[in-house]
Structures are given as C-alpha cells and as structure tokens.
C-alpha cells in the first residue's frame, strides 16, 4: 500500500525491459512545446505504459523549465516511471534524488517511502526496514512518518516476523487514518505466530498490500506472476 498523492497517475502497461531504450537517456531536444503541453503529453504517454518516453519528456521539461514550481512533481513522476517499468535500481537513484532536493515538499516526502519499497521489490528488506525506521524517527510528527511505520510493518510482515511486525502496527497514533487497520493487522500478526501452516487470512492481506503477494506467501508462483500483471 503506498500514497502517491500525485495528480494523473496511472496503471502501468509494459516493464521497461520490453520497451526501446536509447530515447530514456538522449540529451532533451529542443522544443516548441510549452510546458503545460509537455505534461500533458507525459502523462499520456504515463498511461499508455510508455515509460522511457515518459522518462526523456519529464527531462526534457527539467531541462527547459528549471524553474518551475512543478518540477518536484516531475522529477518524482521520474521515479515511478521507472517503478512502473521495473527498473527498481534507477527508481530508487531517482526517489533519493528527490528527497535529498526537495526535502520539505509532499513529494520530497512521498519519495523516502517509494525508497522503501523499491528497496523491498529488490529484495532488500533489511535495508528497507532501517530507511523505514529513519522514517519514523525523521517524521514523528507527521502522517508520513505514520505511513513509514505501517509499510515497516507491512514488511515485516510479509517476511513472517510476527511479534515485530505486530509490534510496528500497535505504535501507529491513535490520530492516524491508518490507526483502526493497524490494530486489527496486529491481532492478526500475533495469530500469524501461533499457526502451524500458512494463514489464508493473511495471504489474503498481503493481496490487499499487493496483488500477486498473497499467492507469493502461500507459494503459488504462477498465480502470484499473473496477479502482477
């Protein structure tokens, strides 16, 4: 489960590997396009799963509109362009960059937790689970850091640590959207502890976090491999 909170997103299509790549990292050409027509025309591009064309238009308005007060949208949208199209390594370059120069935006937030689970699709839960940590440390008092702590849990979770899993979930602020979810996963991460076989309950509540991760839990790798797409 993640927040975006950006205007326009969209379902992914095609992972990157399938499309052409040289146009992902050509020098942006000049242009009679305002920047208004180039957002519109990425975020077409977005929807249609065309994402190192998405990638060479959102440089291209970097490039030829530094300025912009839309720039932290764009350079995050940057990063789910590769998220979407399966390049986790160059997602996860790209949500850092975006923290590090946006740090105090809805966007330079959102970034750290993208982070995370570009981590996690790497399958670096370790070092997922010390960002989200940080997380909730550097945001204490805000809903981010509320957020963070959930998706520690959520992973946590997924890799069958219950008692710590359950732990995270019983921290999350009473004030928080996440606070009602968070208690009865916590129950349900304790109950996790005491069962011999695999629980279809929480098989089905990594299928609400992600689709295919309920099947991946229970091992059904085929199923898990349709899901995602």
């Given at each position: 489960m993640l927040w975006t909170e950006v205007?326009?997103?969209?379902?992914?299509?095609?992972?990157?590997?399938?499309?052409?790549?040289?146009?992902?990292i050509a020098p942006p050409e000049p242009t009679g396009f305002s920047s208004e027509q180039l957002l519109i025309f990425a975020e077409r591009l977005m929807r249609e799963g065309e994402y190192f064309r998405v990638i060479t238009e959102y440089r291209r308005f970097l490039f030829y509109y530094p300025d912009d007060p839309r720039c932290p949208m764009v350079h995050f949208s940057i990063g789910l362009a590769f998220y979407r199209g399966e390049n986790y390594t160059e997602a996860l370059q790209t949500f850092r960059e975006v923290s590090q120069r946006y740090p105090d935006t809805a966007y330079g937030k959102q970034a750290w937790l993208w982070q995370g689970e570009s981590l996690v699709r790497q399958g670096q839960y370790a070092t997922a689970?010390?960002?989200?940590?940080?997380?909730?440390?550097?945001?204490?008092?805000?809903?981010?850091?509320?957020?963070?702590?959930?998706?520690?849990?959520?992973?946590?979770?997924?890799?069958?640590?219950?008692?710590?899993?359950?732990?995270?979930?019983?921290?999350?602020?009473?004030?928080?959207?996440?606070?009602?979810?968070?208690q009865w996963l916590a129950r349900e991460a304790l109950a996790g502890e005491r069962l011999p076989m695999k629980s279809p309950v929480l098989a089905g509540t990594f299928s609400g976090f992600l689709p295919g991760s309920g099947q991946l839990y229970n091992g059904r790798l085929g199923d898990a491999l349709l899901a995602f797409f």
């Open positions: 205007p326009g997103l969209c379902q992914f299509k095609a992972p990157i590997g399938q499309q052409s790549a040289p146009s992902a689970d010390q960002l989200y940590a940080e997380m909730t440390e550097r945001f204490s008092h805000d809903e981010i850091g509320q957020k963070a702590r959930y998706q520690r849990a959520r992973t946590l979770l997924y890799r069958r640590q219950w008692r710590e899993a359950a732990t995270q979930f019983e921290q999350i602020a009473p004030g928080s959207a996440l606070y009602q979810s968070a």
